[in-house]
C-alpha cells in the first residue's frame, strides 16, 4: 500500500492546513515509523496533481484544502481527487465550505438548533448609527473566513461606534470582503479535537484554551498570540463543563456531516452556557503547538505519530473495504465450485 501527502507552498494561505513542508515532513516521517509506504508531494498545478492520480496511490493525504491558481479558479483537492475516483483523507468539497465560510456553518447549526453568538455580516458605512446595529454590545469583529487568528487582535473587541466602524473598515481592507461580527461572549474558550475510529466511534479530546491577557486586560486568541504560542491548553476539570463542551463539539460535528477528523471551537458565556463558534476540517498539525495533536495528548497521552496513525486510520479503512468488496464475489465462486 502506497501513501501520500499533499501540500502546496502554502506559506500565503489565509486557509487552515495542516502546516509548513517541515510539519508536512513530520506527518510523513510519523507515517513512515507506523510502516506504511508514503512520500510527501508538492504540488503547485494540474499536471502535478495529474501525476499523483496515475501513480495510483491507494490514499491521498490532503495537507490543504485547495491549490491557489493565478488568475484562475483555485483547484479543490477534494473535488479533483474524488472525481478521478482517488481515496482522500478528510471532508469533501461540499463539508469543507463550512470550514472556510464561518457564516455558512453558523446559519446551517442554528437551522439544526445548535447556539452560535448573534452575529451579522458587515461592510464598511452599512450602518449610520449605534441604534441601526442588528446585535448589542460588546462586539467582536473578525475576517469571514481567515485562519490562525489572522485579523483578530485587541482591537477586534468593540464597545462603541467608533471602534465598530474603525475595526471593519480596516479589515475589509486587508481582506477585501465583507467581514463577521458577533455578540462577545465573555467566558472561556476551548477546542475538541474529534477523529472517526474504525468501529464508528468518536474519539473526543476536549480541552481549555487560555490565552494570556493583553496589556488593555483582554484574553483574544489573535494572530500575534498563535505566532508566539503564548497561549495555554489544559485539561478541563470540572467534568459537567467538559462534558457539555464534549456533546456540543458531537452535535456540531454530526450536523455538519463532517467526515474522518475535524476540530470543533467552542466559547461559554458568563453564564457558562457553550456556544459553537467554529469548524476546522483540515486542523494544524505541527508539533508542539497545534491545538489538535496537543488536544489528543492532554486528553488521551497519545503521542504525535498515534495521533497521526488514528487520523489516517478512516482512510485507510476505506482502502481495506473496497479491497474485501473486490475480493468477495471471487471467493464466493470458488466455495460454489468446490461445493
Known sequence: MHIEIITTPNESLKESGFGSLNTCNRVLNAIKRIGYSVSLKVCKSKHDLDE????????????????????GDDIWLSDYFMQRGVNFTGSVRDILKFDSNKVLAKTHLIEKGIKTADYFIAIPGQFNQESDLPVSYPLFIKPLDAANGNGIDDLSFVNNFAEYESKVASLYKTFNQPVLVEHYLGGREFTVAIIESTNNRLITSAV????????????????????????????????????KVTALAIEAY??????????????????????????????????????????????HKFDYDKVIELLIAPGLARVYSIILANIQPYTEKKIAAVL
Open 254 to 299: 454530526k450536523a455538519l456531516d463532517i467526515r474522518d477528523f475535524g476540530r470543533i471551537d467552542i466559547k461559554t458565556n458568563k453564564e457558562g452556557e457553550c456556544f459553537f463558534i467554529e469548524a476546522n476540517l483540515v486542523p494544524g498539525m505541527t508539533y508542539g503547538s497545534s491545538y489538535f495533536p496537543q488536544a489528543c495528548y492532554i486528553a
Open 52 to 71: 499523483v492520480v496515475k501513480r495510483e496511490p491507494e490514499l491521498v493525504i490532503l495537507a490543504v484544502k485547495y491549490i491557489p491558481v493565478m488568475n
Open 208 to 243: 481549555e484554551v487560555i490565552p494570556p491577557t493583553s496589556t488593555n486586560g483582554l484574553k483574544i486568541l489573535g494572530a500575534q498570540t498563535k505566532k508566539d504560542n503564548s497561549e495555554k491548553l489544559v485539561v478541563i476539570d470540572e467534568q459537567e463543563l467538559k462534558s
